[in-house]
């Protein structure tokens, strides 16, 4: 069973930036196709897929409205997601969740963290 945590969310201002953190337990370790995503969900709004990576390759997916600002990245060793959010946009405002995936479907979430930009 596989167990998210996210951290790191806040209240930043415009142009600044955030590195959000998803401890994983529970995934198949030796799965080199095993795939982790950001997923966020603003106000009033569907929840939309922002970026993705394969956790046994290189392989990085991002939406376009994030695509030159975030980067996602894992440390294996340490069982952990991340997300680096640069150049922060009041509408990027919004509940960050991280989740296993396949594709752009998450099978297994995180409670999310909170991200402001204002």
């Known amino acids: 069973h596989v167990q998210l945590v996210e951290s790191g969310g806040g209240l930043v201002q415009p142009g600044g930036s955030l590195r959000l953190s998803c401890a994983v337990s529970?995934?198949?370790?030796?799965?080199?196709?095993?795939?982790l995503g950001w997923f966020r969900q603003a106000p009033g709004k569907e929840r939309e897929g922002i970026a993705g990576?394969?956790?046994?390759?290189?392989?990085?997916y991002y939406a376009e409205s994030v695509k030159g600002r975030f980067t996602i990245s894992r440390d294996n060793a340490k069982n952990t997601l991340y997300l680096q959010l640069n150049s922060l946009k009041t509408e990027d405002t919004a509940l960050y969740y991280c989740?296993?995936?396949?594709?752009?479907?998450?099978?297994?979430w995180g409670q999310g963290t909170q991200v402001t930009v204002s």
């Open positions: 989740a296993q995936t396949t594709g752009w479907s998450g099978n297994y």
């Open positions: 529970g995934y198949p370790h030796r799965d080199s196709t095993y795939c």
């Open positions: 990576i394969v956790v046994g390759g290189t392989q990085t």
